[in-house]
């Protein structure tokens, strides 16, 4: 009788390579996966029907890791994680929800107790230390985000992703207000904590304000802020004291947005009059903000969706696909207008300015990004 120990040997490979070509459970180079085939061809090798089962075995449950820490904003993290679970159910699928911050450890224990068949990992950052777990564990994982600065770092590791092209999305916040006339540009990144983890997002959307401001010719200053009224005062008064030449704001962090306008408002400062603000943000956060915001939308729904049907994909034999980067679609609302014209407009902006020259940037505040 032919085993599987024979077939290795005869492939010269290890037995538990045979084992994931026969499975589905890890990803084989096609010549290997060939070579093999063509063993259990010529041995005529056939699984035994019990371990077969065996192999095949699933839970019917996809693990979601959706560790809630410190710069995270809960609710866009709930929309996507409902997107998962409804289009988990509708593949016939349950979620398992994990929320402890346990880096490598999670991966290992869904790997080790085989309560999942498969994982979806949220929240990635730049370098991210699940990585190497995920890549060597045996069921296989997609993750919402980038774990490096492109898109192409992702395909050749082999992984699955799914995300909005941050850096198209601060590129087209940029074009929109130099459209516009802006030459001063403030933006109001996450909270510090997320930039000093790396957060995989937020690294990106700055990469894409960077380009575009330099072939715009605006001048761009970064500023993270957490997300109370205290916190976004005191970073907002320290921009316009610096640069009084500052006529537009970006806001990356949904939980600033009201605060901001509120301070503006307080500050008799009138949106878009005096100053134009857009904002990369889930969709019914623009909406139903005080001043509706030119925005755009994070697709939490889609971001979900997508995860799972890879993970599907996946667990019915598909090999990864590498990153899939939606296209940022901005929206523009009530909160921006043409630049303000006058003598303090742009006054300071030093350097040259017009396309192709280099914008100024104040670079401290930056969480080492």
Known sequence: ????????????????????????????????????????????????????ALASSRTGILALMMPLRTGLHVPV?????????????SHGYDVLLLTGEEGPEAVR??????????MIVMDVGLDDPRLPCLQEAERPAVLIGLPTETAEAVDTAG????????????????EHLAGLGHIGVAVLGEPPAAHERGTGFAARTLTGLRAAARTQGVGLLHRPVGSTYAAVAAVVTRVFEERPGTTALVVQNEAAVEPLLALLR?????????VS????????????????????????????RLAVERLVGRLAGEQPRGAELIPP????????????????????LPGPRGPGSAPTEDRRGRGGH
């Open 1 to 52: 009788m032919v085993t599987l120990a024979d077939v290795a040997r005869h492939a010269g490979v290890s037995a538990s390579t045979v084992s994931y070509v026969l499975s589905g459970k890890r990803s084989i180079s096609g010549p290997t996966r060939e070579r093999i085939q063509h063993s259990i061809d010529t041995l005529g090798y056939r699984p035994h029907a019990g371990a077969r």
């Open 77 to 89: 993290m709930t929309e996507i994680a409902m997107a998962v679970t409804a289009t988990a159910r």
């Open 109 to 118: 224990r869904v790997e080790g107790s085989a309560i999942a068949d498969a």
């Open 159 to 174: 992984l699955d992703c799914v995300d909005l092209d941050f850096e198209a999305a601060g590129a087209r916040c940029v």
């Open 266 to 274: 307080h500050q008799g400062r009138a949106v878009p009059e005096d």
């Open 277 to 304: 603000v857009v904002a990369v943000c889930p969709e019914q956060v623009a909406v139903h903000a005080s001043v509706p915001l030119t925005a755009v939308s994070v697709p939490a729904q889609e971001m979900g």
């Open 329 to 348: 679609l901005l929206t523009a609302r009530a909160s921006t207008g043409p630049a303000p014209s006058g003598p303090a407009a742009g006054s300071a």
